[in-house]
């Protein structure tokens, strides 16, 4: 059974940084792409970035690109999101996923989530 | 960017049927996605290539997908069903973003 577990999420002041993690398992974690997905409370769903199989290639929603950094131990089963210059349009729970693989660009499995919440 | 357009709320009784649809230029030449996602749960994905149902997602589920508009069908209605409904696509005319609708509220009368 595919399992992913979020942490890392807390209490920030804005310009801080935060890291989280996704630990993975029941799945070969090093044949799929990864993902990381926000929702502020109460609100939809919103991409942030996502990383190959390999890790060797990464894509940031727009807003993020410069502040935030996907990566992976494929060695650990481990996602990570590194935060830097976080903003309170940051605040959000932030899930992440994997994906169905084969090109698909679908999510089969989400974590559970973890709140990052940036204020003063 | 791409953008994916959605009904705020959708209103059924129990034992009918649903229709959620999800607009986008020319979405039919995409590949769609749709997820359901109740109340302090995370999202979970119940149609997958427009019309593929995962392991374990009812036959009352379908999908299809033409012209501007996807939709999710959901026949005999069940008071589970209850969450709210995401679509979604890549976009490869821009920077690899995955591209959400604003979701649909589904409600069981």
């Known amino acids: 059974e595919v399992h992913l577990v979020e942490s890392g999420g807390q209490v920030v002041q804005p310009g801080g940084s935060l890291r989280l993690s996704c630990a993975a398992s029941?799945?070969?974690?090093?044949?799929?792409?990864m993902h990381w997905i926000r929702q502020v409370p109460g609100k939809g769903l919103e991409w942030v970035a996502d990383?190959?199989?390999?890790?060797?290639?990464?894509h940031y929603i727009d807003s993020v690109k410069g502040r935030f950094t996907i990566s992976r131990d494929n060695n650990d089963n481990y996602l990570f999101l590194q935060m830097n210059s976080l903003k309170t349009e940051d605040t959000a729970v932030y899930f992440c996923?994997?994906?169905?693989?084969?090109?698909?660009?679908?999510?089969?499995?989400w974590g559970q989530g973890t709140l990052v919440t940036v204020a003063s | 960017s791409y953008v994916l357009t959605q009904p705020p709320s959708v209103a059924v009784a129990p034992g009918m049927s649903a229709r959620i649809t999800c607009g986008g230029h020319n979405i039919g030449n995409k590949v769609v996605h749709w997820y359901q996602q109740r109340p302090g749960q995370a999202p979970l994905l119940v149609m997958y290539y427009n019309n593929g149902r995962p392991s374990g997602i009812p036959e009352r589920f379908s999908g299809s997908n033409s012209g501007n508009t996807a939709t999710l069908a959901i026949s005999g209605v069940e008071a589970g069903d209850e969450a709210n409904y995401y679509c979604?696509?890549?976009?490869?005319?821009?920077?690899?973003?995955?591209?959400f609708g604003g979701g649909t509220k589904l409600t069981v009368l």
């Open positions: 990383v190959s199989w390999d890790g060797g290639t990464t």
């Open positions: 979604q696509v890549w976009d490869t005319n821009t920077d690899h973003l995955l591209i």
């Open positions: 029941g799945f070969r974690f090093d044949d799929v792409p």
């Open positions: 996923a994997k994906d169905y693989g084969s090109g698909s660009h679908s999510l089969d499995s």
